[in-house]
């Protein structure tokens, strides 16, 4: 690995040196980055190694008349008379239109079954309310299957919701903490079919890379081969890795133990930063640098103020007393400062140079945009 230029601190001596050293040091500073270690585990996954989700339909009942308004949600009424036939009680068609279940909600139940989950093992159930229930709280879940995109049910799951929030109303008065009509069911869910992966099929194991990067999958198959074997582990791209292995299940097993234990030194990303323009959320990687330029960001108001005007009519003269209302709007720009960023090779100094701005985040948003658009933002920048 070379000398990292980074280690070079900013001492006595060092600002002594002529300035042309110094601009040389600040450019093999922008262009070396730190690398950091990791494991094969946590930058790729073996491929057919995955989780499967799981939905279906289902009643929640022993809501303390919280539950669905029948006249809004007719299929709630349904879905109980289908399922008191299933029971061997028929109601009449002329009866379920004057059913209240005002104690049941019909729910959408979701689930993430593991790999290499079987038969008999529990899972974690999700339930949302799908029609106008107020609460699910105090609510159990009635025997629901849930099924894969394929069709096939995979699990089964009953048991009572567990509600995080809590809510109260009384004369048109409501308050609520967190939300009510979603619920979890720990270990609600009970596997009944597994899922074939193809992890002891072929001769060769593909690992798959978490994002695209041909420096990463060029480390890990020098990792590979250099502690299990030259030659067993071969880029096929910037995400997928062929290894050779064993062909019992338990030396398979043993051998992608090892590869995920192996370490790796991988440099830093690719320059990036992520804007959440629904939050004005803003996050910058380490290997974002900042060219010079100069920024001038204002801001424009408008405040509309609405006076309510009385127009009397004059005694015994039969009108009536008007509210009329009278508004003026007025527009102010505040003035701002051309200001200078100088060129920043490290995040610390990205930071602290936009700190200079002094923008909220979501001018700051428009205002990193527009160095980007200038060429002097010299990172990619993400929208989400």
Do not use: W
Request: hydrophobic share 45%.
């Amino acid at each position: 690995m070379r000398p990292n230029a980074l280690s070079i601190p900013r001492s006595a001596s060092a600002r002594h040196l002529p300035a042309v050293a110094l601009l040389a040091a600040t450019v093999l500073m922008a262009a070396v980055m730190p690398a950091h270690a990791l494991r094969v585990k946590e930058v790729a996954s073996v491929q057919g190694v995955r989780t499967n989700q799981l939905t279906g339909y289902g009643l929640v009942v022993g809501l303390d008349g919280t539950g669905d308004q029948a006249t809004q949600v007719p299929f709630t009424t349904q879905s109980l008379a289908n399922y008191l036939q299933q029971m061997g009680i028929t109601v009449p068609a002329s009866a379920q239109s004057r059913m209240q279940p005002k104690n049941v909600a019909a729910v959408i139940v979701t689930a993430q079954l593991p790999a290499f989950a079987q038969p008999g093992q529990t899972i974690d159930i999700n339930v949302s309310s799908m029609g106008n229930a107020k609460s699910l709280r105090g609510g159990t879940l009635i025997m629901t299957p849930l099924r894969g995109a394929d069709g096939d049910i995979y699990a089964l799951a009953q048991g009572n919701v567990v509600v995080g929030g809590a809510g109260a109303s009384a004369n048109g008065s409501k308050v609520q903490i967190n939300q009510l009509s979603g619920g979890r069911i720990p270990a609600g869910g009970q596997v009944e079919r597994a899922v074939a992966t193809g992890l002891q099929q072929g001769d060769t194991v593909t690992l798959n890379l978490n994002s695209v990067d041909f420096s990463t999958a060029q480390l890990v198959v020098q990792a590979i081969n250099g502690r299990l074997g030259d030659g067993l582990a071969q880029a096929i791209d910037g995400r997928t890795i062929e290894v050779a292995a064993p062909a019992a299940p338990s030396d398979r097993v043993a051998f992608i133990a090892r590869i995920e234990e192996l370490a790796l030194t991988v440099p830093t990303p690719a320059a990036k930063v992520v804007i959440n323009s629904r939050t004005g959320s803003i996050v910058l990687n380490q290997a974002v640098t900042l060219g010079a330029c100069a920024v001038a960001h204002g801001s424009l108001s408008i405040v509309i103020s609405t006076t309510p005007v009385i127009s009397q009519p004059g005694a015994f003269s039969g009108g009536q007393t008007v509210v009329t209302q009278q508004s003026e709007i007025s527009v102010a720009q505040t003035p701002s400062a051309l200001v200078q960023l100088p060129a920043s090779p490290q995040l610390t100094d990205v930071v602290r140079a936009l700190n200079t701005l002094g923008a909220n985040p979501q001018d700051l948003i428009s205002i990193l945009q527009a160095i980007k658009s200038a060429g002097a933002l010299n990172a990619e920048l993400e929208i989400i």
